[in-house]
């Protein structure tokens, strides 16, 4: 299983962009790079999932290296309703495989 | 298309009485993942079901803790003889098919206060 590694918080003004990096340096092949938030008394939600280089869809983008070993997680012009905690994970992609979220990087949005 | 359901949402329960949690996952999913997450910390895995079978379970204490997922139903957690430290959010996912992937959706939790 593809250990990850982010930052525990950060701290970004409205407005700014907010980018979260993650390194998973033992990714396999058959492995995506998975986004999850969570706010506060909610379980967490699919953001955003990739196998290389950039996807982007309506509330984030993502950035993968050519060795995958690390992505970024980029969030444009943050609001304060953007202030959660975000997973980084890896999913492998040839059936199950258990999945346990780290403590992920706790985002807080400052006015 | 409702989300997935579990509740009750806040579950209180006495030292060494029986908490059962229950996930309806969303409709046409057969999968179900449930995870525990203590205060600031992640999520933990606990079991992987599919309708009537247990696929994962090595997430899940040995002792006091079950699940099922029977052909007609929710999916039921259930932690016998509770103690203060099974105290947490409890959170369960439903996917169309295996793994965490892109159609996996999770519920909002039952949070276990045991006093």
């Known amino acids: 299983l593809a250990k990850t590694t982010q930052p525990i918080s950060m701290d970004s003004y409205e407005g700014q962009e907010v980018n979260i990096t993650c390194s998973h340096n033992n990714i396999a092949t058959n492995d995506y790079i998975t986004w999850y938030q969570q706010f506060p008394s909610q379980g967490p939600r699919f953001i955003i999932q990739?196998?290389?280089t950039k996807v982007t869809n309506e509330v984030a983008s993502l950035f993968i290296p050519a060795d995958r070993k690390s992505s970024t997680l980029s969030l444009p012009r943050v609001s304060l309703s953007d202030t959660a905690v975000y997973y980084c994970?890896?999913?492998?992609?040839?059936?199950?495989?258990?999945?346990?979220f780290g403590t992920g990087t706790k985002l807080q949005v400052i006015p | 298309n409702a989300g997935v359901m579990q509740n009750p949402r806040h579950l209180v329960r006495r030292r060494g009485q029986e908490a059962r949690l229950r996930c309806s996952p969303m409709?046409?999913?057969?999968?179900v993942y449930w995870y525990r997450q203590l205060p600031e910390e992640g999520l933990k895995f606990m079991v992987y079901l599919q309708k009537e079978n247990i696929i994962d379970e090595s997430g899940m204490p040995k002792e006091r803790f079950s699940a099922e997922f029977p052909k007609e139903g929710p999916s039921i957690l259930r932690i016998q003889q509770v103690v203060r430290g099974d105290s947490a959010a409890y959170f369960c996912?439903?996917?169309?098919?295996?793994?965490?992937?892109?159609?996996?959706?999770f519920g909002q939790g039952t949070r276990l206060t045991v006093v």
């Open positions: 409709k046409g999913h057969s999968h």
């Open positions: 996912a439903s996917s169309p098919w295996k793994g965490m992937n892109t159609e996996a959706f």
């Open positions: 990739g196998y290389k």
């Open positions: 994970l890896v999913v492998f992609s040839g059936g199950y495989q258990k999945v346990t």
